[in-house]
């Protein structure tokens, strides 16, 4: 059951982050758009960097989460860790998890509740041109609840597996 559950939270950390990456794909297509555009015929892109920082940044920020927790990439603190007893370690380990996962999961819940409050009022951003935001605003709780339901499988593997390591991966063993 765990292994199924484990091959779904990394098919959708992997899918999350193909996703932030044609998003930056189109954040450089677009970018590059717009500095011909503006220097070749004096006619940037309207709107450019309202739709680079709503959509495009949205997705590279908050899209590959789950995958860089996947990896334990996410930053650590191990100034105490490696002076504590291994069953201390462990218990921390899966305190700290469990903790993650609490909290992303109220910013998922959150971010869900103001996605659907800013689609409602079909907001909006002025700039140059009128830019909808609220369509962008429902990436931040998939990132969250993405994220969250790794932490929450670390937590699972840190108190069950023995061998778990919070260690990053190496890229090296081809994890990816």
Do not use: C
């Not at 939270?9 to 044609?22: E, H, I, K, P, Q």
């Not at 709107?47 to 996410?74: D, R």
Request: charged share 15%.
């Amino acid at each position: 059951m765990l292994a199924r559950i484990d091959t779904g939270l990394l098919w959708l950390s992997r899918t999350l982050l193909l996703l932030s990456g044609v998003g930056l794909a189109l954040m450089m297509v677009q970018t590059v758009a717009d500095v011909v555009a503006d220097n070749f015929w004096s006619r940037p892109i309207p709107g450019n960097f309202e739709i680079i920082s709503v959509y495009h940044m949205v997705l590279v920020v908050f899209l590959p989460l789950a995958f860089v927790e996947w990896q334990h990439e996410n930053i650590q603190v191990d100034m105490l860790w490696r002076l504590m007893p291994g069953w201390l370690q462990r218990a921390v380990l899966v305190l700290g998890y469990v903790v993650s996962a609490v909290f992303f999961a109220i910013l998922a819940r959150q971010t869900w509740f103001d996605a659907v409050k800013a689609m409602t009022k079909g907001e909006m951003m002025m700039g140059n041109v009128y830019v909808l935001i609220w369509p962008a605003k429902f990436v931040l709780p998939v990132g969250f609840a993405a994220i969250g339901l790794v932490s929450l499988r670390h937590a699972v593997h840190a108190a069950l597996d023995p061998a778990f390591s919070p260690d990053p991966v190496d890229p090296g063993e081809g994890h990816i």
